[in-house]
């Protein structure tokens, strides 16, 4: 009998710390991974995801493990790359990102290929704006509507003020749109 | 400059071997020898271990241009270079972060004080550093107890960076191109010498320009310079109408005043019972020794022991500092992981203080006045 491989719903998709925290605190990591191709900036997945679970004494998340099992690949940008990111969108100064949101955003940028971005973190959402990189930008909450896994139904009923509001549709597109206006705001008057 | 001699550079700084930043950074020594003579590129990630361990931030290894290292002025410091680079690093990561805080909330603010009008540092006497006392006491509104508002008023009025931590040594100031006026505190201190090294390193950074010269880059003071602050610190923090009421009223008709109520005076003026004696040689006109013998006495005088209080524990970190990383994190321009860095708390708890309510900071909600 012949095996048909069947393709993942996102072969281009970059995690980063929040939504990966999330999907372990909701159970559904194992089953997202099966259904995603999923790449991570090794400053994520070695540091920030470390420094943000180890602590309350628990057993921290342990990507590398998953990578190992080549269930995720994780990726090591060279710092040049990041260098050039820095020189060409000249954010400094106008928003203060972590070094595994840089790592993430200075690859998406490098790359030829169409990468999604889900995050949980309004900078990451309102750079991707500014970069007129909306389209690449995406929240949890979508991701897992779409490959099938279902978002906790309580998220339909979120407001901003929630705490869970970071991974929703709204979040994304509210802050997205704020960095689109910063882009609008930036252009020198002709 | 490239990223492989700013390797060289933050290593350098903060006084590591190749040993010790291997052993810090997980990364081998070859390895980072390699990156520092750029015969190997390093990864993002290793650049950004390398910055936790060298106490730096991500910009200082990809900008282009960089200020100059700020010179650090040392109170009482440690014997050891190493743990001298190590807490000066420290002390200008948590500087940069605030002046990053106050670059993406558009508050780079530059104080002016009032200035002592003497160019060169042979010029300055003690006279001149009790006027100069009196001045800023009147400027800064420091009432008649300067120790209680001090603190407050240099950081949220004159935009002083002041942190607490604990170190070996007393004090730390700087004056610096890039993030302007800060003093380092040790946290361990008791609240009155706090007071007093506070007031001690202020006349440090208000005559910086006139001991030490940008360029010389010399850190060290000379005794005189030492001297002049300790007479600033006291003229500043003991206003001489002020103790002498105190001081008159407790002696009443007696004319005598015990160890017991100075010392209460001093806890007053939040300064020790020395440095109140001190200031008695002056406003009484009292002789040197006659003071020097009281505080000798006054050091086996069981009843002076007070207990700490938690209200003499400072934070780590000034308010505004934390004010504008609450509001850079609000209006979305510092990211969740990098507010809970700065703030020194966890991700989970940083994560209370992101609330996304649309119109929190619009017109609908301001108060209007007319």
């Known amino acids: ?23 372990f605190e909701l159970n559904k990591w194992d089953a997202f991974i099966k259904k995603c191709d999923v790449t991570i900036a090794s400053t ?20 590398l493990h998953y990578e190992k099992q080549n269930l995720i690949k994780v990726i090591d940008v060279d710092a040049s790359v990041v260098k050039d990111f820095y020189d060409k969108t000249s954010l400094t100064g106008k928003y203060d990102i972590h070094e595994g949101e840089e790592e993430t955003l200075a690859f998406l940028c490098s790359s030829s290929q169409s990468w999604r971005v889900c995050s949980a973190d309004h900078v990451v959402f309102r750079v991707l704006g500014k970069l007129s990189r909306s389209d690449q930008a995406i929240s949890l909450e979508e991701l897992l509507e779409s490959v099938g896994l279902g978002p906790p139904p309580a998220w339909k009923n979120l407001n901003p003020t929630d705490r869970d509001w970071k991974y929703t549709k709204g979040f994304r597109k509210r802050w997205t749109q704020k960095g689109r206006e910063d882009f609008i705001q930036d252009q020198p008057l002709v | 400059m490239d990223i492989g001699r700013r390797l060289k550079n933050a290593r350098d700084a903060i006084g590591y071997t190749l040993e010790k930043a291997e052993k810090e950074s997980g990364i081998g020594a070859s390895s980072l020898s390699e990156f520092e003579n750029g015969k190997r590129e390093p990864k993002f990630s290793q650049i950004s271990r390398l910055a936790e361990v060298y106490k730096r931030s991500i910009d200082f290894f990809l900008t282009d241009k960089l200020p100059a290292e700020p010179v650090m002025l040392w109170r009482d410091g440690p014997g050891s270079q190493e743990e001298k680079k190590e807490t000066e690093a420290e002390f200008r990561r948590l500087c940069q972060q605030y002046h990053k805080l106050e670059v993406l909330m558009g508050e780079v603010k530059r104080p002016r ?24 006491r009147n400027q800064l509104c420091l009432g008649d107890i300067p120790s209680m508002s001090l603190r407050q008023v240099l950081e949220e009025r004159f935009y002083v960076k002041i942190f607490h931590f604990g170190f070996s040594g007393s004090a730390i100031s700087t004056v610096s191109e890039e993030f302007g006026l800060a003093v380092l505190l040790n946290k361990s201190s008791k609240l009155w010498r706090r007071n007093y090294d506070l007031g001690h390193e202020l006349f440090h950074l208000l005559t910086w320009h006139i001991f030490r010269k ?72 009292m002789p040197a020794e006659e003071i020097q013998r009281y505080i000798e006495r006054a050091k086996s005088v069981e009843v ?49 203080y992101l609330t996304d309510e649309e119109g929190f900071t619009d017109e609908e909600i301001s108060i209007s006045i007319a």
């Open chain 1, 1 to 23: 009998m012949r095996r048909v491989s069947r393709m993942k719903k996102f072969q281009f998709l970059l995690l980063d710390a929040g939504p990966i925290i999330k999907l």
């Open chain 1, 44 to 63: 994520v997945a070695e540091q920030e995801v470390v420094f943000a679970t180890k602590e309350d004494g628990k057993d921290y998340i342990d990507l």
């Open chain 2, 113 to 136: 004080f009032h200035e002592p009008d003497i160019s060169k540092a042979e010029e300055f006497s003690f006279q001149r550093a009790a006027s100069f006392a009196g001045e800023l």
């Open chain 2, 214 to 285: 940008v360029s010389s880059g010399k850190a060290e003071p000379t005794e005189l310079e030492e001297k002049l602050a300790n007479a600033f610190a006291s003229r500043l923090l003991l206003p001489a109408d002020s103790v002498r009421e105190r001081v008159d009223t407790a002696m009443g008709a007696k004319g005598k005043i015990s160890f017991e109520q100075i010392d209460e005076i001093a806890r007053e003026f939040g300064v020790s019972l020395d440095a109140l004696l001190w200031r008695m040689v002056y406003i009484y006109n």
């Open chain 2, 304 to 352: 002076l022991r007070r207990p700490a209080r938690r209200s003499d524990i400072p934070d780590d970190l000034p308010e505004r500092y934390c004010s504008l990383a609450i509001r850079a994190l609000r209006e979305g321009k510092l990211s969740l992981m990098q507010f809970a860095k700065y703030t020194g708390i966890s991700y989970k708890n940083a994560q209370e």
